[in-house]
């Protein structure tokens, strides 16, 4: 059985990582997305909130499953029996930094197997966080996101702006 796993943050899961989910179920038997804490990252949604978003929109796809993780990929591989690590390349700059994971990966577990995906042309220059900042400054990109999760991040956004103006608020009101 061939078993992969396509790690990222997914805040939020874009058109273009939803791509590479439905082109890596064709080629594995089972895929495991697995929504992974970077610590680098300010998330907007939490862990559960993303893994709910992906569970939704991956419901029809019954090899795919939704996980969470944090540590090394290569332990959750060996951990969950995945053979195969999946990445999406857009450009040359994703390509030299995941060559480099996939290089550490193998010295790590040399029985791990990176498959690279490259984007496709319609999404190569997405990026979540390239949205949010577009979308945080009341830009519209809901052609790049599944419907339910355009309205969760419009909804959190909102919320966003609604809790600094109470703030802001407060402040000239304790002035």
Do not use: W
């Amino acid at each position: 059985m061939k078993v992969a796993i396509f790690p990222g943050t997914f805040d939020p899961l874009t058109l273009g990582h939803l791509d590479l989910i439905k082109r890596g179920r064709a080629l594995f038997d089972q895929l495991a997305v697995a929504v992974m804490t970077n610590s680098t990252k300010h998330p907007l949604f939490s862990v559960e909130e993303r893994v709910a978003q992906i569970k939704a929109v991956t419901a029809e796809m019954s090899n795919v499953s939704v996980i969470t993780a944090s540590g090394l990929t290569v332990d959750l591989m060996n951990k969950i029996g995945a053979d195969y690590l999946m990445r999406g390349l857009r450009n040359t700059t994703d390509f030299q930094y995941e060559r480099d994971i996939a290089t550490m990966n193998k010295f790590l577990d040399r029985d791990v197997e990176t498959i690279f995906f490259l984007a496709d042309p319609k999404y190569q220059h997405l990026s979540s966080s390239l949205l949010k900042e577009v979308a945080i400054n009341d830009g519209d990109i809901s052609a790049y996101l599944p419907g339910t999760i355009s309205t969760a991040l419009d909804k959190r956004l909102e919320e966003r702006k609604l809790k600094l103006v109470t703030k802001q608020n407060e402040q000239t009101k304790s002035k």
